[in-house]
């Protein structure tokens, strides 16, 4: 009995491994963009429908209600599914890996879209924006701030000298760096001036650790849990400003470095002794709220979480937050990281026209500017950003203009070296910050950390890339 | 009727009954059958071909030292469950099993947390254990320093709590129903005797209360090795409470290894196939020597 | 059950004080949520916790009917969706296990045939196995058959843990009904189908019904299959709940109303079934 049974299984067994040894047809849907030459019109592909998959986000929630104007000035019905973060994230993969044309046009940025584009997921754009029979003329690319649509293009090759270089894959809607929000109202009672380099960070932090009116306050927050946003954010705009690189030209993973090492051990010794009790369960959101409920004394964050700081009905810092550059490195470098949503069109997608069509009034001047107004910060163009009506709703923000505007200007790019693992590396170097933050000795873990990453490296078949 | 039609009626009937069950089953064991194939390729979503490379998933999973700590969180993790859980559940079962007026109605208090939906329960308690939540809060009254109930240190602990906060009626209600339904002579006898307390509670109550309790330990075991809820909800997986099924998760749905994060699932579930096994017979053999009967 | 006899008013006195010590442990998280739902933003992120506010009902306002609750931000609009596939799914996925379930779990009950325990401890191993290992195939196919993201699948997927369930608990009940009753039925002249239906199935109803609630509540409140194998047309509550966590913050209130109003259901149906739990948890092991 038992011998019929096994011999059953065994047939069963490699019926399924024929059926899923099958890879998976990847028709590609070829369209030339190269071969439309007559004069742009909007509705050239009128009668169409796409499929939009958005992130949650001011952006998004301006665009849904203006949806219509643009099915009537294309013709282009417009089918949408939003999602918040953190889905987005994990469920826009499984849409993409399906080759289904299931989406036509997806919201990422640089950090995704390098894994994106390895798995050949994404749509060069090149050849629709510089098509005139494609683009409208009003389009202007040149009104982008050039880090926003830098940070968004690659060659596909791993390394630092390949970012920036070859296709432009997304367009740009918003743009998001680092800056250090911080007390100015203890700054000024305790006359400290804001940190210029992470010396000072460090002893800024520890002065306003102190007790106020019998309540313990703290000198600095900052992310924490277990994921590469951790580290992308404003870790890795310290990181960079202090000389660090993740990785060297060759691809070996250079995070235990002894730069790497001094500047993670400031970086961590600081939010031990000065920031929240349980840093490593600190996601944006905590971080966020602990900044706002007046209890820390500053952070390296994301620009426009002030946003958030200077909403009476959620904060309780408004009017008290100062702004300025992130602290510079030991040779006054200072660096800020960059992260912009984008939109991008699906390479399996079966309405790469309607798509481009789409992307373009999307992010065309009025859009932006409309979406700014609706809280979409900080937009992606330069006119936008100089427009009264969007220039006005900083005004009241300290220097907060100035200072991103700096940033955009001079210190923004992305810090991270380009390679498709971001997810995978990112998570076990924040795993690493963690075991330090816990007693582990900083070389030991970054040594181990970046030996599992250069494991990840090598499995990936990055370092013999070639595409 | 003739005997053979009756023998074939028989013979295929129940077969026939269970087809539906059967084709649903069916249904399900093909994706566990793919998932032991998928784990012998290397299967990563964001490449568009799968090669067969045998047992590479599983002899890397053993080298490589986050498996073997996640799989230490893990037993560590059921093991607290465990022994928590379980005598508390003991205690409060024996609390209940009194006649007093108004103990029924205790029961429904007991089971609320059990009933609810433990992701939600996870959620409930993340913002009670938040650094300026109620339970700091409380802390605070008394002159202790806040605790940073979900930082690594503490995370594991933190999360074994919520665990027994939602589990240990399940335990109490179980031993609950043992307790009641033991026979009352031994325990007469025992009295007649003068036997002390301890003595009833050590030489009666627990042999007889054995199948109930292997049974307890079996649910919980298998339950706290498969734990992924309450982690997702409070940490989401940090380095401290980064149990089997959480690092499954991520090695799939986060890093898109889907090969190598079915190893480590075929892996686990082999660790829960036997402790399963082992505990249903230890505790068939309790209740043939409990009852005198065979299940 | 221990003698009155030894319970002295000192002893039932201490036994309430130890239980309604349990009782407040048990409860209280449940009621510090039930006041944050109806606490202000600013209340609930006040650094000492209040317990004296004024309450409200905008945060049940915004998930039930939608509506701007803080600049730039619209209240989590989705939630009568979530409900309503928790609903759709948990109870479709009952009724398709007791449609495939109960004859089955009549078959294992009264007839002998080959591959019977093999057949049964399969549907037990379901209760037992990981999850995870499970997902990740059924994943990758609900793609390729584009079941992803759809009632169907979820329904299918849910069967794995609501058909071990009924299987082997109304297994139980249909052994404790005496043969003697069917034998004579089928002397009668009844086919197995109308013993089934007119002697077995209504000496087994009240169990019948406990275990679908039972079923019921345990699909309910689960989790993981909705995260990954559903989208945001088909998330059930249990999901949705998390969905709580915008761009900007998390709206505590508001997550907390929908914890409030997800756990209602599974908590309204545990009273009915107190008396069948012990059964219930432990897949007929116990006959409690």
Known sequence: ?467 | MKPGERRWQDRYLPYLIILPALVLTIGILYPFILAIVYSLTDYRLVSPTRHFIGLTNYLDSFQDINFWYSLAVTLLYAGLTIIIEVPLGLGVAMLLNHEIRGIRSFRFILIIPLMMPPVIAALMWKMIMAENGILNYFIGLIGAAPVPWLANTYSLLSIVLIDVWLYTPFCAIILLAGLQSLPKEPYESAMVDRASGFFIFRHLTMPMLKPFLILAILFRTIDSLKMFDLVYATTKGSHSTMLMQVSAYYEAFRWYNMGKSLSHMIIIWVVIFIISRMLISWWNRAMQRATGTER | MKRSRYLTPKRQTLIWLTLAGYAIFALFPLIWVVMMSFKSHIDIISPVPKFIFTPSFENYKAILFGGQSMQYEAGQTDFLLYFKNSCIITISAVVLSLLAGVPAAYALARYRFRFKDDIAFTFLSFRFAPEIAVIIPIYILYQKLHLYNTYVGLIFVYQLITLPLIVWIIRGYFEDISVEIEQAAKLDGYSWWGVFTKIALPLVKPGLASTAVLAFIFAWNNFIFGLILGSSDTYPSTVGALGFISYESVLWGQMAAATVITIMPPLILAIFIQKYLVRGLTMGAIRG
Not at chain 1, 3 to 17: A, E, Q, W
Not at chain 1, 218 to 242: D, E, L, N
């Open chain 1, 1 to 467: 009995m038992i011998h019929l049974r096994t011999y059953r299984y065994v047939i069963f067994l490699t019926f399924i491994y024929f059926l899923s040894g099958c890879g998976k047809k990847s028709e590609e849907i070829n369209f030339d963009p190269s071969s439309i030459t007559d004069p742009f019109r909007w509705d050239r592909a009128s009668g169409e429908t796409i499929k939009l998959h958005l992130n949650k986000h001011p952006f998004t929630e301006s665009l849904i209600p203006t949806l219509n104007e643009f099915t009537e000035l294309t013709g282009i019905a417009v089918d949408y599914s939003i999602l918040s973060e953190e889905e987005y994230r994990e469920k826009i993969i499984i849409e993409l890996s399906s080759y289904s044309g299931s989406v036509d046009v997806f919201m990422t940025g640089p950090f995704t879209e390098w894994s994106y584009v390895r798995a050949g997921w994404v749509e060069p754009l090149e050849e629709y924006m510089n098509n005139p029979a494609l683009t409208n003329e009003d389009y202007d690319l040149d009104d982008f701030f050039p880090v926003c649509l830098t940070a968004n293009r690659w060659n596909g090759k791993p390394g630092y000298q390949n970012y920036g270089k070859g296709s432009q894959w997304a367009i740009p809607v918003q743009v998001e760096t680092y800056i250090l929000a911080f007390r100015k109202d203890w700054a000024e009672e305790l006359q400290l001036s804001p940190p210029r380099n992470y010396k000072e960070y460090y002893n800024f932090a520890k002065a306003m650790t102190r007790e106020i009116d019998g309540r313990r306050v703290r000198g600095v927050t900052a992310r924490g849990i277990g994921t590469w946003s951790t580290i992308a954010t404003g870790f890795i705009t310290g990181f960079a400003s202090y000389g660090c690189r993740d990785f060297d030209d060759q691809m070996n993973c250079t995070i235990n470095s002894p730069e790497a090492v001094e500047f993670t051990e400031i970086w961590i010794n600081t939010l031990k002794e000065c920031g929240p009790l349980a840093w490593t369960s600190n996601s944006w959101y905590d971080t966020k709220e602990q900044f706002e409920s007046g209890q820390y004394g500053m952070w390296l964050a994301v620009d426009f979480f002030a946003v958030g700081f200077e909403n009476p009905e959620k904060s309780r810092v408004v009017g008290k937050v100062g702004y300025t550059l992130a602290p510079a490195g030991p040779d006054g470098t200072i660096r800020s990281n960059i992260w912009t949503w984008t939109l991008a069109i699906n390479r399996h997608s079966r309405k790469k026209l309607a798509s481009w069509l789409f992307i373009q009034w999307a992010t065309s001047k009025e859009q932006l500017t409309a979406a700014a107004i609706k809280g979409n910060w900080n937009p992606s163009r330069r006119s936008v950003w100089d427009d009264p009506k969007v220039a006005s709703i900083t005004k009241d923000w300290d220097n907060y203009r100035d200072v991103v505007s700096e940033n955009l200007q001079n210190y923004a790019r992305v810090c991270l070296t380009p390679q498709s693992e971001v997810p995978a590396i990112g998570d076990r170097w924040a795993r690493a910050l963690q075991q330090i933050w816990s007693g582990t000795d900083a070389q030991v873990a970054l040594d181990r950390a970046a030996a599992d990453i250069d494991r990840i490296i090598e499995k990936s078949g990055m370092k013999s890339f070639t595409q």
